[in-house]
């Protein structure tokens, strides 16, 4: 159905008389007179008849206003949503208790004028996709990851080092450290239940154990992060990952101990993403937002693993 027929029905259903419309419209009243018999023809029912004072709606044409006026609100949201700077900015921060949720939520304290959706995406290749095709402007993620190159059309850049935490219960060996050393790790069981293989993360925790012979596992249901925090408070010899960004809350009396892992303090590393052509206003506001709030990265004294390196080519490792 062409929208044009049904832009200037409406017209002429609000103004009683077709060269109204068509003054309205910037037509002539020939050219208002042809699309109403088109939208006519289409929809094989008359939907005015003409009167001493001008044009009067049909049963049929009563029945169709409300609906058509409706197709053109559609038609005008669905405009607004892919004009650049008229629609909200689309970002993907993976999960909402994570470190890209916490710079989100402080880009919008700074920015509050501009609107914002956050979604959450799982999958690697589901955000590129989305940012590819315009569903999403930006996500974050950590790129670099063997044999998962990005797309040529993605841009990406180091935006945080997250340094890792070892969570433990209260009667975990390590609960009364104030920090620990990375190699002081070898032989206790740390828990992750939610690595899953073929994600960027289940990549950076293969390298740590790789590198510093750690033991993680990745057994068992994944119930969410309520019960991994249980399950951690009440067995002594379990221990857990978590970022030092990450916002968890827990009962009092479990007695969970947070503990800054050390020499050297392995860091997640987030990077924003984006589509090379993207020029939505807020995006550039995030970018610069972000490239004026990250802290160093490759810090002295912190660990990423050797892919996970910024676009500019800068290494990893200090």
């Known amino acids: 159905m062409d929208l044009d027929t049904v832009r200037t029905f409406v017209a002429a259903a609000d103004a009683g008389q077709f060269q109204e419309a068509a003054a309205e419209l910037s037509v002539t009243q020939q050219a208002v007179s042809k699309r109403i018999a088109s939208l006519e023809r289409a929809l094989d029912v008359r939907l005015f008849t003409r009167t001493a004072r001008g044009a009067k709606l049909t049963i049929d044409g009563q029945a169709f206003l409300p609906h058509a006026r409706e197709l053109l609100r559609a038609a005008d949201r669905a405009v607004a949503s892919v004009r650049t700077g008229r629609r909200p900015l689309r970002v993907d921060i993976i999960a909402s208790r994570g470190a890209a949720s916490g710079l989100m939520r402080a880009f919008h304290r700074a920015h509050p004028e501009i609107e914002l959706d956050v979604v959450m995406l799982f999958e690697m290749e589901t955000a590129l996709s989305a940012i590819r095709s315009g569903a999403i402007d930006a996500s ?9 190159p990005l797309p040529p059309d993605i841009e990406s850049v180091r935006v945080l080092d997250e340094p890792l935490h070892l969570l433990t219960g209260p009667a975990h060996a390590l609960a009364s450290a104030r920090s620990v050393p990375l190699a ?15 994600t960027e993360w289940a990549a950076y925790y293969d390298d740590l154990v790789a590198e510093f012979g ?12 309520d019960a991994l925090l249980d399950t951690v408070a009440d067995t002594p010899a379990l221990a857990t990952f978590m970022g030092g960004r990450t916002r968890l809350v827990w009962p009092a009396d479990h007695g969970l101990r947070r503990i800054p892992v050390t020499d050297p303090a392995p860091v997640y590393p987030h990077s924003l993403l984006w589509h090379r052509d993207n020029a939505h206003p807020a995006l550039a506001a995030l970018r610069a937002y972000l490239a004026a709030t990250a802290a160093d990265h490759d810090a002295p004294g912190t660990w990423a693993p050797d892919w996970a390196t910024p676009r500019d080519g800068a290494p990893s490792r200090r």
């Not at 974050?140 to 998962?148: I, N």
């Not at 002081?184 to 073929?198: D, N, T």
């Not at 750690?214 to 992060?225: D, H, K, V």
């Open 184 to 198: 002081g790790l070898a032989g206790h069981r740390i828990w992750m239940p939610g690595i899953v293989p073929g």
């Open 214 to 225: 750690l033991t993680i596992e990745a057994t068992g249901p994944n119930f969410g992060s």
């Open 140 to 148: 974050f993620r950590a790129v670099g990851a063997p044999g998962r």
